[in-house]
């Protein structure tokens, strides 16, 4: 059975201070793994797609990298708009539905 | 990417009534799914909307509580039939365009955030 956990649970940053986030799957087969931005009472909004292991996105202040059993979201110099729940999720290689993480809460502090 | 609206935005209902949530998408697509989100939780996928046959339900979602429709390729909608307080969630639709990109990426309406008393 595919699954995804994220770590940590909830994070806390000063604004500037940079940090990551981890998304640990196994699957049968990746696919894909997508990372989503989530504000409260909003829909996850996509972030980054990453296929195989060695693959790097950027965008904007984040970095997203990937290995054969785990994902990283660099977050570099944060600022409070920041704040948001970091979801994570990943695809089977026979296109099997998305099996999402619980996702990181982050805030970042002025 | 497609531009996604869901009907209604919120809801309180009283247990034992249904909800119908509407999702509209601005553009043919080719796969619609289903999600809730539980207080505090993730995305747990209900079912995959199919376009002009019987919805997909994953394990624990029953068509009887959760009929879904998908009459052409930019719209759907779920029912949550006979509400309990359980039932609170948000609810929402999402959509994967695999005629136009190269990726699998599903992109997320805006959710129904559904109170039932």
């Known amino acids: 059975e595919d699954q995804v956990t994220q770590s940590p649970e909830a994070l806390r940053l000063q604004e500037g201070e940079s940090s990551s986030l981890n998304c640990s799957y196994t699957?049968?087969?990746?696919?894909?793994l997508f990372w989503y931005r989530q504000d409260p009472g909003k829909g996850p909004e996509f972030l980054f797609t990453?296929?195989?292991a060695g693959e790097e996105k950027e965008k904007e202040r984040l970095k997203a990298t990937l290995t054969k059993k785990e994902s990283f979201l660099h977050i570099t110099a944060p600022k409070p708009e920041d704040s948001a729940t970091y979801l994570c999720a990943v695809q089977g290689a026979y296109g099997q539905n998305f099996v999402f993480g619980p996702g990181t809460r982050l805030s970042v502090l002025p | 990417s497609a531009v996604i609206s869901q009907k209604p935005s919120r809801d309180i209902c009283q247990r034992g009534t249904s909800l119908t949530i509407q999702c509209q998408v601005d553009s043919q697509v080719t796969m619609m799914f289903w999600y809730r989100q539980q207080p505090g939780q993730s995305l747990t996928l209900i079912a995959t909307?199919?376009?002009?046959?019987?919805?997909?339900?994953e394990s624990g979602f029953v068509i009887d509580k959760f009929p879904i429709s998908r009459p052409n390729l930019t719209f759907s909608t779920l029912t949550v039939s006979n509400m309990s307080p359980e039932d609170s969630s948000i609810y929402l639709c999402?959509?994967?365009?695999?005629?136009?990109?190269?990726?699998?990426?599903?992109?997320f309406g805006p959710g129904t955030r559904l109170t039932v008393l």
């Open positions: 909307a199919n376009q002009g046959s019987e919805a997909t339900y």
């Open positions: 990453l296929y195989s």
């Open positions: 999402s959509v994967e365009d695999r005629w136009r990109g190269s990726t699998d990426t599903q992109y």
């Open positions: 699957v049968s087969g990746l696919r894909g």
